[in-house]
């Protein structure tokens, strides 16, 4: 696979000092002109004004010049070329996707190469692995994202928006959820990029990484100390990808979820794709998903929001 990792994006949003004080206090880095840092991943988010919150642009990690070639060749084949969508100069590929707007940019860049974390160690049946109590109620100071995994972006056409990530671009499909949803990936991540059937194009949520549960447990229990508004959903744990999961909302209406253990694909050839229909895809165990999760609260603003332009 010449892609290689979801680099970075840019989210719209009317409020931006106010989205930016969430996304401090969820735990990445402020870098300098509202954009923001994981651990792992270096600049991952950007914050721009727009009337509407949205997702502006997705940055995809490419490993060369052939690759942007051959994309370049394929948004042609699928009548989706550059001359009216976006360009191609040296390292950099821009195209824009029809039906959202979103700015796709695929850009030559290292592979993303991380640490190892050392296993926590967990106590089962007939197995001892810790003495003493465990180390993650010991854990002290802010939950610090390692990398920017994946996006859920809201399409009026998903047909379209699929054949524009996965026959132009080159993300592969991992699974499906009925006729209304697409988990892609141009990692060996599960997905860096769900596209769903919605009533507007809009963002519904970017995911981050983290160690393990109870840092996914810690981060959220300190977003909500003094926000309680903050909490949509969690904790729970996935059956597409099987991440544990945990949902918070920002100023703007995004959803912001901080995530582990998430499935990995490294042989292509060994996975093959399914199709999860209702809950099923959304949650194995965990309570079960609110409508606001479902249908953001906001949906009727944002498309009264389009169709007033």
């Known amino acids: 696979m010449g892609l290689h990792r979801l680099s970075s994006v840019v989210i719209g949003v009317p409020n931006v000092a106010e989205t930016a004080a969430f996304y401090t206090d969820f735990g990445l880095t402020p870098t300098g002109g509202r954009t923001f840092a994981t651990t792992d991943g270096g600049d991952q988010l950007r914050l721009v004004e727009t009337p ?32 009216h969508s976006g360009e191609h100069t040296g390292d950099r590929l821009t195209a824009i996707e029809p039906v959202t707007g979103t700015r796709a940019v695929v850009e030559v860049r290292p592979r993303l190469v991380q640490d190892a974390v050392p296993a926590t160690p967990y106590n089962g049946p007939g197995r001892i692995e810790r003495v003493g109590r465990a180390p993650g109620v010991g854990r002290v100071g802010r939950v610090r994202p390692r990398k920017l995994g994946h996006v859920v972006l809201g399409t009026t056409d998903l047909p379209t928006t699929e054949r524009f990530f996965r026959h132009a671009l080159g993300f592969r499909l991992s699974d499906r959820i009925g006729q209304v949803g697409a988990f892609l990936r141009c990692s060996t991540d599960h997905h860096n990029l769900l596209v769903l059937e919605a009533p507007v194009a809009f963002l519904h949520h970017t995911s981050w990484q983290v160690d393990d549960i109870d840092e996914v447990g810690r981060g959220a229990s300190a977003m909500l100390a003094d926000h309680p508004e903050r909490h949509i959903w969690g904790l729970g744990r996935h059956h597409a990808g099987s ?32 199709n999860f229909e209702g809950a099923k895809g959304l949650f194995n165990w965990g309570p079960p998903p609110p409508p606001s999760f479902l249908a953001p609260d906001d949906l009727g603003t944002l498309m009264a929001g389009v169709h007033g332009r």
């Open 243 to 274: 991440n544990f999961f945990w949902y918070l909302k920002d100023p703007a209406g995004n959803f912001s979820e901080y995530y582990s253990d998430l499935d990995t694909i490294g042989d292509e050839q060994a996975w093959t794709p399914e």
């Open 52 to 83: 509407r919150r949205r997702l502006v642009e997705i940055h995809i990690g490419a490993d060369d010049r052939d690759d942007l070639g051959r994309i370049t060749q394929r948004l042609t084949e699928e009548g989706l070329g550059l001359e």
